[in-house]
């Protein structure tokens, strides 16, 4: 279980790590090739929410690779799944039926928390 969550959670990390640094550093310009819906939201909301996702991502990695507070980890993988149902709502209102990704990382967040709750 223990090399399990650290697949999936290093990826899941992974990810949101790259995602939210984008978000916090580059323009809406250059973002929009990337994410049709950055123009649907104040430039501060993508920022908080790209710092939203580093923390998050730090959160699947640091508390248990230290032992302190391991609670934090199942609680990032929830933050995630709520962000992902948030995300899926944001682009079936903007008429974007892309939400695969959501999908996928959805259900990537569900099996870490269950992973992370075994350890």
Do not use: C
Not at 5 to 15: M, R, S, T
Not at 27 to 39: E, F, G, I, K, Y
């Amino acid at each position: 279980m223990n090399i399990a969550y650290w697949i999936v959670a290093g990826l899941l990390a992974l990810f949101y790590f790259y995602a939210g640094t984008l978000k916090v550093i580059r323009s809406r310009d250059q973002l929009r090739p990337m994410m049709a819906w950055v123009d649907r939201i104040p430039l501060p909301a993508l920022r908080a929410l790209g710092a939203v996702e580093i923390l998050g991502a730090t959160g699947l990695v640091l508390p248990p690779l230290t032992g302190i507070a391991p609670w934090l980890a199942p609680a990032a993988a929830i933050g995630f799944v709520l962000l992902q149902i948030g995300a899926i709502a944001v682009h079936l209102s903007g008429q974007d039926r892309r939400i695969a990704l959501n999908t996928g990382l959805t259900v990537t967040a569900v099996v870490t928390i269950w992973l992370a709750v075994r350890l």
